[in-house]
């Protein structure tokens, strides 16, 4: 074999070698890139029935709810069943501690969102006239949406529901 030939192999080699860890030195890493896990709504349901007043707390934030019914869906929140793919709504008897979650079906969402506004809204209008401090907790509610699902919280620490939510459904390997 020609030297030419040779030391064109190496430089070839080289270049290849080179070229290869250039792209996987560039590459994100998938520990650094966050991805989103699908849940079901009785999972994201038991999570927030599990999580605390806050990271300090032994006294759970949802504590007093009860299942809301699909009649009351339809006709006091105004959701259709047949626009979601599940769901899960939970009110306080005692408070205006609430949330809803929808998993909803394809092209629903705006006819959904405008359903549960209006919910809110006659949520701080019936809080008004007995507690002021539960009205204003409607009026500060949490909205999350992730894919399929709208996440309405009305809690006393919404910031820290919507954070918890956050690492519920998006993980970044470490």
């Known amino acids: 074999m020609k030297p030419e030939t ?9 270049v290849i070698v080179i070229s290869s860890l250039l792209i996987l030195a560039l590459e994100p890493s998938k520990k650094t890139v966050p991805y989103f896990h699908d849940k ?11 999580l605390k007043k806050d990271d300090k ?4 934030l949802f504590s007093d709810l009860k299942d809301i019914d699909e009649d009351t869906l339809k006709y006091v929140i105004g959701i259709e069943p047949q626009y ?11 408070d205006a501690t609430t949330f809803l979650v929808l998993r909803l079906k394809e092209g629903s969402k705006s006819l959904i969102e405008t359903s549960v506004l209006e919910y ?8 008004e006239s007995t507690d002021t ?3 204003q907790l409607v009026q500060n509610y949490s909205k999350i949406s992730y894919d399929n699902y709208l996440i309405y919280v009305v ?8 954070s918890k939510i956050d690492s519920f459904f998006v993980y970044a390997d470490k």
């Open 6 to 14: 040779i030391f064109a192999i190496v430089i070839s080699l080289i």
């Open 40 to 50: 079901t709504v009785e999972e994201v349901k038991t999570y927030l029935l599990s």
């Open 57 to 60: 707390s032994e006294e759970l």
């Open 84 to 94: 979601l793919d599940g769901y899960s709504v939970m009110a306080s008897i005692s």
């Open 120 to 127: 809110m809204d006659y949520l701080e209008k019936k809080w």
């Open 133 to 135: 401090e539960q009205a």
């Open 155 to 162: 809690s006393s620490n919404n910031e820290y529901v919507k």
